[in-house]
């Protein structure tokens, strides 16, 4: 605990428990200068240290994942009292939870305090200063401190700050692939993908990640080609960078030359060459060829040979007086040379002979016979000259709540008249933010009865409970669709919208019970590609995340129920919502709604086809069966088409469209050439992703323009086709068949054909109001057996909603009104009574008396 503690005498506040005796103990100690580093404690005199507080527990620094809070304990002996401080001021009394034991060795009392803090708790004081909690502990001698503990909001943007590029390396070139992860608290941790595989520099000493995260590859293997990714994670998400491909290549290298090659002739002028090839190393992944030749000429000279000749012959010699006498001759005329060949036969010719020398010097009386022998010398008797040597050559991003008594506006007929109504509302202070008009808006006076609002055909309603308003007031009513021009909803990062932007007010009335709002939406929902939030508009004018869905609600006034299509929205206080979501992966998507309009006639040679790319949302388009209905909202594209002749072609279609940047493909096929021809220079046209991943850009669309070749031809039969470019070369393709048949009428709603906008009262639900009263009092109340509210929200599918209907008084009634709110107007009420059987079957007397008891 760092240096040894001081002591003091306690002061009267630290014997009495409690945030003012707590407040009163730190004046004392601020007074005193008692402070350390870690652990501060303050005796009384004379007191023995081993009855000051010591902590066994101090709290320790901590992470706020999303929206859960966290807990900070501390626990010390002997403590007569412990209570938390963050950033200087007493934690209050009545959030501490507090528990007694007492230490089995030493018999001496132990105490164990623990906390909660909420993100909102931190976010009050971000950027002026960390979030942090000390413990404060009393014993009858004396004070002491625990650590700090720092309390943080954890993230993990989703864009890096750099990622890896694709890089083509010589073999043996060292390679850097820098990576500077996403800004996250706490910082996130990096590793490396090869092809999806995890790289451990512990296992491939030529690679190494450096302290600001870059591989390093240090010297590059042909093995070392792959495609490359930087993970980062902390522990709020798991973020990937986009691929690098790393292409390691090799350039190619030259063999040794050969040796050269003979001279192609034998006399005189010719040729000779050498040749090597690029096989040292052979290229590979794209590596450079070879530069120069791989074939080396030169040319060469050589010399003719020359066979010797014998010159003449001497003259003889004198005769010796051995009686001979000798003659010679030579091999030089020519001499051989270059090669040629030497001369054949004797160089010296030896002969007898007499003079009066040999007779004189002869004593012998019988003379030989000279004649029969000849004596012969062969051989040169000079050196041979060779040719000269050879020469080699060489080469070469609402409403302003009404004050009290505002909200309570007319006591008259359920239904009001929309001028009347538009009249009143231009009185309020928020109309300004509403739009003009009532064609995408619906109203009604409503009371403690309740009652529901619909905008026809667009899966757009407000269904407000029995009991929601207060008895003795009257509510008058709006809801309203807006087009998204009309309201600024800023988006960021890979943020879209995926509901319409719906409001409902007048903002500031009292509703007892949540209301719940439906409207539809576009995703196709996964816990583990989106993350997905309710937004709402601030009385500033501000959107704000009042509730992220699968997480626990941090607060009791919104609740959101996502389905396949739809979303049910409880809410106390009405106001204006969208639904946005975040991609948390490549694989999240939404569902587009594709629609194609022509002309109903060609009185020229160009004849048109539109392609519309629009949200799927129920506001938007709605299909059943061979009927699809253009909604309110596109009114706009509908008074468009019918002023330029144009007709619907086809069912529409959905596509799923991916977070996966790529942008969206459109092109025409199985046209006769014979008949028309396209005037697109291209093969196909794009829509960019980026305009339709918001979905704030309503009329998307793209233009194919044909021509008839001739003006007799009146049929016209194609295929569009509509796809996302993948990265891996698959596509999702919708073909469109046209004929000349197809009319325009056939898919349009009839004008008048919009039903009921306000029903008041009984008339709004599908329950009778007794039954649903009996209803609610026999299931609100526990029962062991199991025959009660949470049977009936497992007989409909709603077990996991449990958590927030029984933070609510009447859990049955949140059932309930969810139920209206799914199934209505063509709820099975036959469904809806066998599931309250099959809980009533639990406990025979549940329903036949006023009270149950279990």
């Known amino acids: 605990m760092g240096a040894r503690p001081r002591r003091r005498r306690a002061p009267a506040a630290a014997a009495a428990p409690g945030p003012l005796g707590a407040l009163f103990a730190a004046a004392l100690l601020a007074a005193a200068g008692a402070q350390q580093s870690a652990t501060v404690a303050n005796p009384v005199s004379g007191a023995s240290p081993d009855l000051l507080p010591r902590f066994l527990l101090e709290p320790e620094d901590v992470y706020i994942v999303k929206n859960k809070p966290v807990s900070l304990a501390c626990r010390a002996t002997p403590a007569t009292q412990i209570y938390f401080k963050c950033n200087g001021e007493w934690v209050h009394q009545g959030d501490h939870v507090t528990q007694h034991s007492t230490d089995r060795s030493t018999g001496l009392p132990v105490m164990e305090v623990r906390i909660d803090i909420s993100r909102q708790q931190v976010e009050k004081i971000f950027g002026l200063e960390e979030y942090w909690c000390q413990c404060v502990a009393w014993s009858s001698s004396g004070t002491t401190k625990s650590q700090k503990a720092f309390v943080r909001i954890a ?15 010589s073999i043996e070139q060292g390679i850097v692939l820098p990576c500077r992860p996403p800004e996250g608290i706490p910082p996130a941790e990096v590793e490396w993908l090869r092809n999806e595989e995890l790289v451990d520099p512990a296992l491939d000493a030529n690679v190494y990640v450096t302290p600001e995260h870059s591989l390093v590859v240090r010297q590059a293997r042909l093995a070392d080609t792959a495609n490359y990714t930087c993970v980062a994670k902390n522990i709020v998400a798991r973020r990937r960078s986009a691929s690098a491909a790393i292409t390691v290549y090799v350039n190619g290298g030259w063999s040794t030359w050969t040796q050269w090659s003979a001279c192609s002739t034998s006399c005189g002028r010719g040729w000779q060459k050498r040749s090597r090839t690029c096989t040292n190393p052979a290229p590979l992944n794209g590596g450079a060829f070879c530069e120069g030749q791989n074939v080396q000429k030169s040319a060469c000279t050589t010399l003719c040979p020359v066979d010797g000749a014998w010159s003449e012959w001497s003259k003889w010699s004198v005769c010796s007086a051995e009686c001979t ?64 040597a050879k020469l080699q050559l060489p080469n070469g991003h609402l409403l302003s709540p009404l004050g009290a008594g505002r909200h309570t506006l007319h006591h008259s007929s359920p239904a009001a008249e929309g001028a009347d109504f538009v009249a009143r509302l231009s009185t309020q202070s928020y109309f300004r933010s509403l739009p003009r008009g009532t064609t995408n808006m619906a109203y009604g006076t409503f009371n403690f009865l309740g009652g529901r609002l619909m905008i026809p055909n667009t899966g757009i309603s407000l269904l407000i409970p029995p009991d929601a308003i207060p008895r003795g007031k009257i509510y008058e009513v709006y809801l309203t669709l807006h087009k998204q021009e009309e309201v600024r909803l800023p988006l960021t990062g890979c943020q879209t919208l995926l509901s319409p932007i719906v409001s409902c007010g007048p903002p500031g009335v009292l509703l007892t019970r949540p209301a719940i709002l439906a409207m539809g939406h576009c995703v196709e929902a996964s816990a583990e590609n989106w993350s997905i939030r309710l937004k709402k508009q601030s009385c500033e004018g501000t959107w704000e995340d009042v509730l992220q869905l699968g997480v626990e609600p941090c607060s009791e006034l919104y609740y959101c129920q996502l389905e396949a299509q739809a979303c049910y929205i409880f809410t106390e206080q009405l106001g204006r919502f969208a639904l946005v979501g975040e991609s948390l992966s490549m694989a999240a998507s939404k569902r587009l709604k594709l629609v194609l309009f022509a002309p109903a006639a060609c009185p020229s040679l160009e004849y048109n086809i539109r392609v519309y790319c629009l949200s799927d949302t129920q506001d938007v388009l709605k299909a059943s069966g061979c009927l699809a209905e253009l909604q309110p909202r596109w009114q706009e594209v509908i008074q468009l088409e019918k002023q330029m002749g144009g007709q619907l072609i086809g069912a529409p279609r959905v596509l799923h469209f991916k977070d996966s940047y790529h942008n969206l493909r459109l092109s025409i096929h199985d046209m006769p050439s014979s008949l028309w021809k396209s005037k697109l220079l291209a093969s196909y046209q794009e829509i960019p992703f980026y305009h339709i991943w918001s979905g704030l850009q309503p009329y998307l669309h793209c233009t194919f323009t044909l021509e008839r070749l001739s003006p007799s031809t009146c049929e016209l039969a194609c295929k569009i086709w509509i796809w996302q470019v993948e990265g891996d070369g698959q596509s999702f393709t919708i073909n469109f068949n046209i004929a000349k048949d197809t009319r325009f009428s056939d898919w349009l709603v009839p004008d008048g054909e919009v039903g009921s906008p306000a029903l008041v009262g009984p008339s709004a639900f599908k329950i009778p109001f007794l039954i649903r009263q009996k209803i609610i009092s026999s299931l609100d109340t526990p029962c062991a057996r199991g025959a009660d509210w949470r049977t009936l929200a497992q007989k409909l599918n709603l077990d996991s909603h449990l958590g927030f209907f029984a933070s609510k008084p009447s859990p049955t009634a949140m059932i309930l009104n969810l139920w209206e709110a799914r199934h209505f107007p063509n709820g099975n009420l036959s469904q809806l009574a066998a599931a309250v059987a099959e809980v009533g079957k639990q406990d025979g007397g549940l329903f036949s008396v006023s009270e149950a008891e279990c």
């Open 325 to 388: 006498h000798w003659r010679s001759r030579e091999c030089s005329e020519p001499a051989p040379r270059n090669g040629g060949h030497e001369c054949h036969g004797p160089e010296l010719d030896t002969r007898n002979c007499t003079s009066e020398l040999c007779s004189h010097n002869n004593l012998l009386t019988i003379q030989p016979d000279l004649s029969s022998t000849t004596m012969t010398y062969q051989g040169s008797l000079c050196p041979r000259q060779d040719g000269p």
């Open 155 to 169: 993230y993990l943007r989703k864009n890096f700050e750099q990622e890896p590029t694709a890089r083509e390396v």
